[in-house]
């Protein structure tokens, strides 16, 4: 019934929602398309929540991972942090705006997470400032030594 509730509210926002009664039917559906977001129970028929998480973490590291819990034991709510990474880790009942909420911020961090990676890409590979470096200033990669091993800086 949390599955149908869930779903039927998030079918109203500007998301494509894809369902899994279980944990092996979810991680079917990852292999098949890209998923931003993963919201799953703990307690799950298969396996549990922080286990999904487990393996969705070290599968699709992009996936941002969430938490639904009937009880907020210490140690679940530990596994979950540790284990699954969970961007939000939530109790029932869940609150639909805090839900929203949640989700919207989630999205806007992994789409900072992805810009910061592809300026990290363009911009700090070092071969490609090294390769640039060379065709501007031929030899500029070059050292010169004396016998004793110290850098020979040339004039001009």
Not at 21 to 29: F, G, R
Not at 108 to 126: A, F
Not at 145 to 153: P, T, Y
Request: net charge negative; hydrophobic share 40%.
């Amino acid at each position: 019934s949390v599955l149908e509730i869930l779903s039927d509210m998030l079918s109203t926002q500007p998301y494509t929602v894809l369902t899994a009664e279980s944990a092996n039917k979810a991680l079917s559906i990852m292999a098949a398309q890209q998923v931003d977001i993963v919201i799953t129970d703990e307690n799950m028929p298969g396996m549990s929540g922080n286990d999904l998480l487990g393996i969705i973490r070290f599968n699709y590291p992009d996936t941002i991972p969430m938490m639904i819990t009937g009880y907020a034991d210490l140690q679940t709510t530990i596994r979950a942090i540790n284990d699954g990474q969970v961007y939000r880790f939530f109790t029932k009942p869940i609150g639909m705006t805090d839900l929203l909420t949640s989700i919207g911020k989630a999205l806007e961090h992994q789409k900072c997470i992805k810009e910061v990676n592809r300026l990290k890409r363009k911009v700090l590979n070092p071969q490609n400032h090294i390769t640039k470096l060379e065709n501007l200033y031929p030899g500029i990669t070059q050292l010169k030594r004396d016998s004793s091993g110290a850098i020979l800086i040339e004039e001009q």
